[in-house]
């Protein structure tokens, strides 16, 4: 925090601001990170500037670690080990002794010593120095029209508001810092919802609907991220309005109206990326000539199946809670209350050598999308072996991630090798219009309006339906990249729901909730959606209970409710703002 001033070099190298290294002259010029202000306060370096806004998305620094020096993962823009290890979608995987510090942060045993913790408010507060830097360069520009000032301002508040946003999903207690600050020693009890829906309401009526780099965002976008803030808030009236609005009218920064893609894995492949359910993704480049995966999705360097193609690591890997998940009943629909008692057949314990019979009940067809199961297709990397990629069942269980992987047929495109664990070039959702959908499914249910959001859910459903977009079996197993059959890799069954199914507000919630799991599995957003729904002790109970009957990282684990749904604040930013006796910042409850 109070490096919160500090200018970021990495945007003005992004803009080519500091050019002529090659020049003799360039011995003469300022230091790096010392440029003078005219340089910066300029049309050129506002837009720098801002590139640098952008760039803090994915929390990286520039080389293969988070911003501070912890590891790329530990301030990871899709919150893998926080909203998704945590939730329940998945282990920490690899082994038990492997990067312990995820242990107490999936066991709920973590306190303000973690140093993870500290990368990703580090990383959060980087971009929001970036994003303040970009206001104050714009107001002090002198060659930049009233109008582009204000395109450049839009943007840097809808990106502040996102890195408070995710602050506020995690810590919930934290300091604001903005434009005008001066001293920044600040303390962390005032609410900052204000803040986050003043920065969303400006972009929202500043920015324009299209940009010419489809990477910016446009004012849609902006429409959803407060939209969502309500929703958090419990705004349910001032959210269904805007959704609505989102849901209708919206277009992705290039123009396309909002829609659920045909093929629900276009949207976690980089052929196919800012399609058009894209609503706001970080922008990730494979080989871009740095020689680093520093832009190509390092954060999930680890999340590759072990001992396989992909050399490295064995994280993140689904629990058999969230494949069960994906049971569905005769009748196409998933089992609300006791999927765990309808369990997916897996191969735990089980060797790659040994015979193993394949699950033939109903499945709903994300499951293969979502887990790397044994003898189903791996995407074009052939049918995934079972433990031979599991460094360690015993405490890791047997599935592998997926939505992170790319293609082999385009590994030399979008996957990159250029360090000790791969990269690719696969965007980072962080809303895609499937998640707005059922956030404006969530409010129609609250509110006790309509069809309760079945409509939407439905609309969901239908698309997950597309026989188009099932997993097929290879024609040549031992050939993955010739080509699949006719025949689906399983037996799926998937339906919307009935008309009239959503027969009162507490039956819609619970539907809507179990949606979401299943449609935005291992996409971070679990811990934060049981959180602020009221049922993560419940929830992860039910989790704790089956998984940790046969998986040893989480056996034992609890969830202490007014404690456990926010992140404790990091110790070393309580003793950064400490006079020697008091500090400004005040620990969350219960730690």
């Given at each position: 925090?109070?490096?919160?001033?500090?200018?970021?070099?990495?945007?003005?190298?992004?803009?080519?601001?500091?050019?002529?290294?090659?020049?003799?002259?360039?011995?003469?010029?300022?230091?790096?990170?010392?440029?003078?202000?005219?340089?910066?306060?300029?049309?050129?370096?506002?837009?720098?500037?801002?590139?640098?806004?952008?760039?803090?998305?994915?929390?990286?620094?520039?080389?293969?670690?988070?911003?501070?020096?912890?590891?790329?993962?530990?301030?990871?823009?899709?919150?893998?080990?926080?909203?998704?290890?945590?939730?329940?979608?998945?282990?920490?995987?690899?082994?038990?002794?492997?990067?312990?510090?995820?242990?107490?942060?999936?066991?709920?045993?973590?306190?303000?010593?973690?140093?993870?913790?500290?990368?990703?408010?580090?990383?959060?507060?980087?971009?929001?120095?970036?994003?303040?830097?970009?206001?104050?360069?714009?107001?002090?520009?002198?060659?930049?029209?009233?109008?582009?000032?204000?395109?450049?301002?839009?943007?840097?508040?809808?990106?502040?508001?996102?890195?408070?946003?995710?602050?506020?999903?995690?810590?919930?207690?934290?300091?604001?810092?903005?434009?005008?600050?001066?001293?920044?020693?600040?303390?962390?009890?005032?609410?900052?919802?204000?803040?986050?829906?003043?920065?969303?309401?400006?972009?929202?009526?500043?920015?324009?609907?299209?940009?010419?780099?489809?990477?910016?965002?446009?004012?849609?976008?902006?429409?959803?991220?407060?939209?969502?803030?309500?929703?958090?808030?419990?705004?349910?009236?001032?959210?269904?309005?805007?959704?609505?609005?989102?849901?209708?009218?919206?277009?992705?920064?290039?123009?396309?109206?909002?829609?659920?893609?045909?093929?629900?894995?276009?949207?976690?492949?980089?052929?196919?990326?800012?399609?058009?359910?894209?609503?706001?993704?970080?922008?990730?480049?494979?080989?871009?000539?740095?020689?680093?995966?520093?832009?190509?999705?390092?954060?999930?360097?680890?999340?590759?199946?072990?001992?396989?193609?992909?050399?490295?690591?064995?994280?993140?890997?689904?629990?058999?809670?969230?494949?069960?998940?994906?049971?569905?009943?005769?009748?196409?629909?998933?089992?609300?209350?006791?999927?765990?008692?309808?369990?997916?057949?897996?191969?735990?314990?089980?060797?790659?050598?040994?015979?193993?019979?394949?699950?033939?009940?109903?499945?709903?067809?994300?499951?293969?999308?979502?887990?790397?199961?044994?003898?189903?297709?791996?995407?074009?990397?052939?049918?995934?072996?079972?433990?031979?990629?599991?460094?360690?069942?015993?405490?890791?269980?047997?599935?592998?991630?997926?939505?992170?992987?790319?293609?082999?047929?385009?590994?030399?495109?979008?996957?990159?090798?250029?360090?000790?664990?791969?990269?690719?070039?696969?965007?980072?959702?962080?809303?895609?219009?499937?998640?707005?959908?059922?956030?404006?499914?969530?409010?129609?249910?609250?509110?006790?309006?309509?069809?309760?959001?079945?409509?939407?859910?439905?609309?969901?459903?239908?698309?997950?339906?597309?026989?188009?977009?099932?997993?097929?079996?290879?024609?040549?197993?031992?050939?993955?990249?010739?080509?699949?059959?006719?025949?689906?890799?399983?037996?799926?069954?998937?339906?919307?729901?009935?008309?009239?199914?959503?027969?009162?507000?507490?039956?819609?919630?619970?539907?809507?909730?179990?949606?979401?799991?299943?449609?935005?599995?291992?996409?971070?957003?679990?811990?934060?959606?049981?959180?602020?729904?009221?049922?993560?002790?419940?929830?992860?109970?039910?989790?704790?209970?089956?998984?940790?009957?046969?998986?040893?990282?989480?056996?034992?684990?609890?969830?202490?409710?007014?404690?456990?749904?926010?992140?404790?604040?990091?110790?070393?930013?309580?003793?950064?703002?400490?006079?020697?006796?008091?500090?400004?910042?005040?620990?969350?409850?219960?730690y």
């Amino acid at each position: 925090m109070k490096n919160i001033q500090r200018l970021s070099v990495y945007a003005l190298i992004a803009a080519g601001i500091i050019q002529g290294s090659c020049k003799k002259s360039y011995l003469q010029q300022p230091v790096l990170g010392a440029l003078p202000s005219a340089a910066i306060n300029t049309a050129a370096g506002v837009d720098g500037l801002l590139i640098g806004a952008y760039s803090a998305l994915d929390g990286q620094q520039g080389t293969n670690a988070a911003f501070g020096g912890g590891g790329p993962w530990e301030a990871a823009a899709d919150n893998w080990i926080y909203g998704a290890v945590a939730g329940g979608d998945a282990h920490k995987g690899s082994s038990g002794t492997d990067q312990p510090a995820i242990n107490s942060i999936a066991r709920f045993t973590v306190d303000a010593s973690n140093g993870f913790l500290n990368s990703k408010w580090r990383a959060d507060y980087e971009g929001i120095t970036r994003c303040n830097n970009v206001i104050k360069a714009s107001a002090a520009a002198t060659d930049m029209t009233a109008a582009a000032k204000t395109q450049a301002v839009a943007q840097a508040r809808f990106l502040r508001g996102h890195y408070y946003f995710d602050l506020k999903k995690m810590f919930n207690n934290v300091p604001y810092v903005d434009e005008s600050t001066t001293n920044f020693v600040q303390p962390n009890t005032a609410d900052i919802w204000p803040k986050i829906e003043d920065d969303f309401k400006f972009a929202y009526a500043n920015l324009p609907e299209t940009q010419a780099q489809v990477g910016r965002v446009n004012k849609w976008a902006a429409a959803a991220y407060l939209a969502k803030a309500y929703l958090y808030e419990k705004k349910y009236t001032d959210a269904d309005g805007l959704f609505t609005t989102v849901i209708t009218t919206g277009k992705n920064s290039a123009g396309v109206a909002y829609d659920l893609t045909a093929n629900y894995f276009d949207n976690f492949n980089a052929a196919t990326k800012n399609n058009k359910e894209t609503v706001f993704a970080v922008q990730q480049a494979a080989n871009d000539g740095t020689n680093t995966i520093s832009e190509a999705n390092n954060g999930d360097m680890l999340n590759y199946p072990y001992n396989s193609p992909f050399g490295c690591c064995g994280f993140f890997q689904p629990t058999l809670d969230l494949a069960n998940s994906f049971r569905t009943d005769a009748g196409g629909l998933p089992y609300l209350d006791d999927y765990n008692s309808h369990p997916v057949a897996n191969d735990q314990g089980i060797a790659s050598t040994a015979a193993f019979t394949l699950d033939a009940g109903n499945l709903d067809p994300r499951l293969d999308w979502t887990v790397g199961r044994r003898g189903i297709p791996f995407l074009d990397w052939g049918n995934h072996p079972g433990q031979g990629w599991i460094r360690e069942q015993s405490s890791a269980g047997p599935y592998s991630a997926k939505k992170n992987v790319y293609f082999q047929a385009t590994k030399g495109t979008y996957g990159d090798a250029h360090s000790w664990a791969p990269g690719n070039a696969n965007q980072i959702n962080i809303i895609r219009f499937a998640d707005v959908l059922l956030m404006a499914a969530e409010v129609k249910a609250q509110l006790g309006s309509g069809d309760l959001g079945e409509a939407y859910v439905n609309r969901v459903r239908t698309r997950a339906s597309n026989p188009a977009g099932f997993v097929y079996t290879y024609k040549n197993p031992a050939s993955p990249m010739g080509g699949y059959t006719t025949t689906p890799a399983a037996n799926y069954i998937i339906k919307a729901y009935p008309a009239g199914y959503f027969s009162g507000k507490t039956l819609a919630l619970k539907a809507i909730y179990f949606e979401r799991k299943l449609e935005l599995a291992m996409e971070g957003h679990r811990f934060f959606d049981i959180s602020r729904w009221g049922i993560a002790q419940q929830a992860l109970a039910t989790y704790f209970n089956f998984d940790g009957k046969v998986i040893t990282d989480v056996s034992g684990a609890s969830f202490t409710p007014n404690k456990n749904e926010y992140y404790p604040i990091p110790q070393a930013q309580i003793d950064l703002e400490s006079n020697g006796t008091t500090s400004a910042l005040k620990q969350n409850q219960g730690y």
